[in-house]
């Protein structure tokens, strides 16, 4: 297949590579244009616009949030005017639902193929092809990609014909991410005042009943208060909690764990935080306890 | 070594069987005698009040609650008064840290060796020998009977020397279980009210980064809104919770999360969901949304 | 001076009757037409459009929300396009401040004046000419508008110099009330559960420390169950609470108490109470402890 | 009547005071003898003991907290075991439910009488003879000491026939107060960070629809950050809160608000403001919002 690839981060990058990888004919196009050297260096064409890179089979995209998705979107170089009748974008990028339910309005009417497909997993796991894919939209569109999902993931999962699904389930998760490592906070922060080593009650619930990465990766973290490793800024968390919270509106259902989640999240920010790991909420939690 | 052991029920049973089976000379007391049968059979001796279940090296006990656990210590026919010089306690129940302490202290007036051992685990563990446990107090209490832990446990957790912190370390962890299906029953409000099939939305946390036991049984209770097959009910989990709360509170700790778990569960009983499982707290999540 | 008038509504209707009274040229507005008969045979001119209304010195709005402003501002026959360099727009609407501040960057972009001026107070109020106004501004747009408000309102208080602030402190007026009526609520709830006299009740705190029209006035709302009288409905504060929320967010501050007030809402709408008094919410609170 | 009374300080001087005037033969202790001081000028005997002012007709208490209360009550010196069967107790402190509803119990198992009579207002309404009485028992018993309630307050609210229905309704009372200075400074904090002056802030609140002392004073107080003039200090509002708290767990009645006030205070308190006026919470609200 032709096939577009637009933003190149620290997930981008990877991905296209692995597409690359299958045989696919790759344009790519990143903001920052330097991004984009192995890529070429490795057989593919590095695009000017987005535009450029829109005109195949296929768009991958997973620019950095809403905004910058309207822009690769709409923008006068953006792909939404060029793409071919019957051609697909999808979009990996953890959208709003109500930013995800416009641009498929808009392939829709345009004659387009859409579907939102955000991913899961660090960049390590998207360097080593193991990424998960939250896939939603029409059915023979998921299976039109499906192969190339499968060049970079480890497994896809399937959640509804209606793209925006994915973006929502996506928001899910950040939310149950989140909720996690508040949890964790709110409970160490009595532990420390009760005299319990941080390390010793991490062992504690990651050797029993609460194993699995989110737990064990962020216990760690706030154990050693390792915030300065930034996977996910506070300020992307306080986005994402704040787009779940949106969403939960939209739909008439009470968020009361994500609003203090979020407003958690909203103090450290306050505090000076904002740039540091979206764990660092457990300091602040740390620091509303008296603690340092 | 001469044991007496407190409180027959599904945990207390089998981890007196494994300690009767490495070979301890055993005696028992349960309230309701005939639980103590297999025991008897199995050469345990039944004792008719908790006192008469102290008098040797060592005296296990795993009521019920607070209330229960001041009863078979403090009360005429209880073990406070009859437990020999240098004798141990080991408390095995989510006491509350108030209780603990009161019990820690009269012990050491008393002259008696003391230590708090909350067990985790459900009773197929307990069964299996696999549970673990969070021990604290003097070493030296600890290092005493440590072997009897081996019998029933797979792992000791040695928190502190203050007795009581192992009883807030159990608090925080079964805090952290409720605010784990408090979030997935939030999320997944929204996810159903957005056409998410709810056994989808569990094999996507539980098949990426929610692993591990809690997301694995608990996801699918709620997504099988099976709420009648109880491992503990609504009403434990409010005293639970509001436990860790009161700890927090002691410790001028605050708890937002913790609150917000504890309101949703006295919603939950309020409407009278008391004497279900306590993640039916996720079904009075969907009711508050307006499902069904 | 030639005034426009766009927004005929409870408290648009005699506001437009006083400054009609005060002896200025009225042109009026409104999209079902015949709510500007008495207007008319008052002696004002009805316009068809938004834009016939705005062609003179200044234009006073007061639509229904942030939407219907959008389109009076901005629509092909909206005000933006026709008003004369040095005429001001005073609107009296209570906008999000997002969209207060587009509106005032627009409006200096084009050459116009504006100041933000939303009304706090009843439509009887309104009749009776003793609204209050929350003004803000450049002093000198405020002072030249200052006599119409004098025709309609009892003080203005004038907050500061960007028109936004005016709308910023609307929304916080409406979380104080719907805050104080949530907190009637809850401990309304405990009160009935306790067997206390809700009217009693209502006698002790309104004949003691909570003297003042919000807490008569929803306190006995609240006692006797009156939610069909709708003073504003249950999504319109939905709303409200949502906009101070997001104007917190933007701010980087925390909002604990309105996020619980926001979720009460949501639950209570969620349950089929959207188009009663926003007061139900503590209808909803007694259902969730319980009752009935 | 012989009456003995119980507790000296802000609040018992001047409504003992009020008694004596009122022509009652009056018996007073308080810890801190020397208070009493200005009574005995006046022609009270002073008593060394509670017990010694426990044996006339009536006995009123108004001791610090359900720990002096239950002291005052069952020490040996207490007042329990001394009063005259038909003789009457009315305790005038914030107690808590559960211990008015033991001390009710111990008095009905004496053949005593007794009634829950919290009052409301500060101190300069006690001299002033303006007290609100809260009161809940027997109508009998409320009957035989309103002339003394009538002594030192405008006005007896008549709440229920179990005393404690009045100590809840006080707990009620207090996290009105509570919430509505937490909404203050919740919405202040916004206002401080757009720019808005905090007095302009009180003026609007004040001069438009929340009039009442609560505003006005606790508006003030916080625009002004006077939280060294202290009323009642954070430690108290902590303990009264938690006290409404633990009356709505009782009565299966979720919290919510009262649980955002109460996070909110121990957040303060683990900061160091537990000896500042209680409505030093806006101040920690404000940090927590980055201002300062």
Redo the contacts between chains.
Sequence with gaps: MKIGFIGLGKMGLPIAQHILDAGHELTVYNRTASKADPLKEAGATVAKTPAEAATGDAVFSIPFDDGQMEEVMFADDGIFNVMNAGAIHVCMSTLS?AVADKIAKSHEDGGHRYISAPV??QPAMAEAAKL?V?AAGKPENIEMVQPIFDAFSQ?T????E?PS?AN??KL??N???A??F???G??M???R????DPE??V???T?????????QGFGSKIAAEDYDDVRADLALG?KDV?Q?IE???T??????????????F??A????FGDKDWSVVAKM?AK???IK
Tied chains: 1, 2, 3, 4.
């Design positions: 639902v899961m997993g998960f939250l497994r999962f399937i959640l509804g209606t699904q929502l389930i899910c998760m939310f149950m991410v909720s996690a508040n949890s964790i709110e409970s922060a009595l532990a005042k009760s005299g319990i010793t009650y062992e504690v619930f050797g029993t009943v609460f194993t699995g990465m989110v737990y306080v704040g779940f969403a939960a509106q739909k008439v259902v009470p968020s009361p764990i994500a609003s203090v989640v979020h407003n958690n909203i103090t920010m306050a505090n000076g939690m509303n306890a008296g």
